[in-house]
T-cell receptor, first 112, second 115 residues
Framework: DAKTTQPNSMESNEEEPVHLPCNHS???????IHWYRQLPSQGPEYVIH???SNVNNRMASLAIAEDRKSSTLILHRATLRDAAVYYC?????????????FGQGTILTVHP | DTEVTQTPKHLVMGMTNKKSLKCEQH?????MYWYKQKAKKPPELMFV???????INESVPSRFSPECPNSSLLNLHLHALQPEDSALYLC??????????????FGPGTRLTVL
């Protein structure tokens, strides 16, 4: 499985944008880039995913580098509720059965 | 109904006990998953069911026995567990298996303590 590298932790202030980086230099052409987050005492929650183009949804934006070796999850205005562990995961194309392999993730702290 | 439910929320069991964890979804999803999460660690995949058939077993010890009686229900039967099996057990579902673009919906988990 292709691996991802994320910073252990990041901090932000409320109402400010947050850019969470992820490196995946061994990504293959059919790997999708998924982001999940896990709030304290809850199960993981899907955030966004993409393949090649940048993606936007109601929760966040995903910016994918042209060579696909890195990506950035963008929270446009952080709230206290966004404090969580954020996981960047590569999901192999083909018969992967949706096998999510979680790395250590980035712990995001949001200050009031 | 867009949620995955898990029961019980908490479970304490002895090493000789037999217990079961239950997971349910009514979103019509055809793939269901069990994950194990130790404290301060990321979730680790245990099993994947696709169309009620076991598709992936991540070399999980036989003291964990999954069962998928129908497309909405997933059980995890526990027998002769060890204290190191204490963890949060998470269930998830997704619309299709064999897909790399479907999101997975997770339940809140069952917190298991083995004495």
């Amino acid at each position: 499985d292709a691996k991802t590298t994320q910073p252990n932790s990041m901090e932000s202030n409320e109402e400010e944008p947050v850019h969470l980086p992820c490196n995946h230099s061994t990504i293959s052409g059919t790997d999708y880039i998924h982001w999940y987050r896990q709030l304290p005492s809850q199960g993981p929650e899907y955030v966004i995913h993409g393949l090649t183009s940048n993606v936007n949804n109601r929760m966040a934006s995903l910016a994918i580098a042209e060579d696909r070796k890195s990506s950035t999850l963008i929270l446009h205005r952080a709230t206290l509720r966004d404090a969580a562990v954020y996981y960047c995961i590569l999901l192999a194309g083909g018969t992967s059965y949706g096998k999510l392999t979680f790395g250590q993730g980035t712990i995001l702290t949001v200050h009031p | 109904d867009t949620e995955v439910t898990q029961t019980p929320k908490h479970l304490v069991m002895g090493m000789t006990n037999k217990k079961s964890l239950k997971c349910e979804q009514h979103m019509g999803h055809r793939a269901m998953y069990w994950y194990k999460q130790k404290a301060k660690k990321p979730p680790e995949l245990m099993f994947v069911y696709s169309y009620e058939k076991l598709s992936i077993n991540e070399s999980v010890p036989s003291r964990f026995s999954p069962e998928c009686p129908n497309s909405s229900l997933l059980n995890l039967h526990l027998h002769a567990l060890q204290p190191e099996d204490s963890a949060l057990y998470l269930c998830a579902s997704s619309p299709l298996a064999g897909s790399s673009y479907n999101e997975q919906f997770f339940g809140p988990g069952t917190r298991l303590t083995v004495l």
